[in-house]
């Protein structure tokens, strides 16, 4: 029914208040009760009254006293939004106010069973919470009752104006129990029906990271109304506490997962920040190419290699064997360890299994690519003696190059007494006999000895069959000793 109809049937029925029930009318489905809280725009002020529009078609009168502050200076103003609680509902006004005030113990339970917040002033602490003066009689407020946030400390309440529920009045004034935490509570809970009658699972939420907890961190959605977001939905990149991924006060956007209650009815709402920011390996193609050299983080160590990230929430592995060229690594904690900033070159990017295959090694550079002309055949070199075998001593000639002095050189040599008592550590000065870049292989020879091509492969090929290995001679012995039993057997 429209309006103009609505107007002519009252008439004709010979309604005497048309004014009143046309008002009743719009007004329908739009009542307020007292204790509610609601949000108006400040129409007027007039004398020791403030006009607020609350959206309905009767306007809201507050006392002008709520809005002053401590030099009497106004706050608000025509056209500001302010809050405030419904203290009164008639068909004529709407009577609106910051906090109950009056005073006296008939002031207090009216509060009470109205379920209107007062306001107070912190006094002090005392044993198990505070004292507060509110409506000229001093109250107890619980320290568990006092909503302490995170980043306030229990003295810095004290002398603090703050809002109150009230929940006790006993013997007459003597016994009077406040509780801020009530107050906050209800605010959130409110807060909260409005936020979850828009939010939906899968959509796309902004907030400010609030506080910390071991499992995660909690995102502010609205006014006292949290979100939560698991240490492993952080981000992309592997973090063992919240704050190496964000910090308290960070604006971040995350997506919500689910919107739960447990079985105290209380609601849970997870949320994602690494779906928000969209799958890392989507574009790695774009961003990552095989053959190039890149900068990362160690992240964990393995038996077989280390896994290191690249780029946020790309990781790629070293293999154990991708990690010198100048020793053998048997444990990947020998050259590296978790946290370090390490140069890696991309081996392979395979997208769809989403693996990367990095060398550590190789982003070092290739000691053997210029072997050649530093270890021309027929110069003479000076080495260090990393190790003995049966097959003769192997030389350390620069990082990652070693060469190999054969026994039966040393046998044949004329000063074979004197290389035969060289231990670890000692330094040599060696003739080149031959070199074999593709094989990477050096033979050596004292000086003025004649080349013998075929000992040098023969030593060789045992030392590669015994698992001899530079700088190792726990090795080659276990491995002598392995040899020799097979053979026995």
Known sequence: MTEEKFAASMQEEGVEDFAAMLAAHETSGHRLQTGQKVTGTVIAVTGDSVFIDVGIKVDGIMERKDILDADGKETAGPGDTVEAWVVGVSSQEIRLSRSMSGSGVAALEEARDAGLPVEGRIAGTCKGGYTVEVMGKTAFCPGSQIGLAASEEADSLVGRMLQFLVIRVENRGRNIVVSRRALLDRERQAQLEVLLEKLEVGATVEGKISRFAPFGAFMELDSAVEGMIHLSELSWSRVGTPDEAVSLGDTVRAKVLSISKNDKGQVRISLSRKQAEGDPWQDVSQKLEAGTVAQGRVVRLAPFGVFVEILPGIEGLVHISELSWTKRVTKPEEIVQAGDNIAVKIKDINSETRRISLSLREAEGDPWQDAAQRFAAGSLVQGIVEGRSPHGLFITLAPGITG?????????????????????????????????????????????????????????????NLGATSGNTGLNTLAQALHKAMQNK
């Open 404 to 464: 190999l002095l054969p026994a039966g050189v040393i046998k044949n040599s004329k000063n074979s007494g004197q290389y035969s008592k060289l231990d670890k550590g000692d330094s040599v000065a060696l003739i080149v006999q031959n070199i074999d870049t593709a094989m990477r292989r050096i033979s050596l020879a004292p000086e003025g000895t004649e080349a013998s091509p075929a000992a040098d492969d023969k030593a060789w090929k045992q030392h590669a």
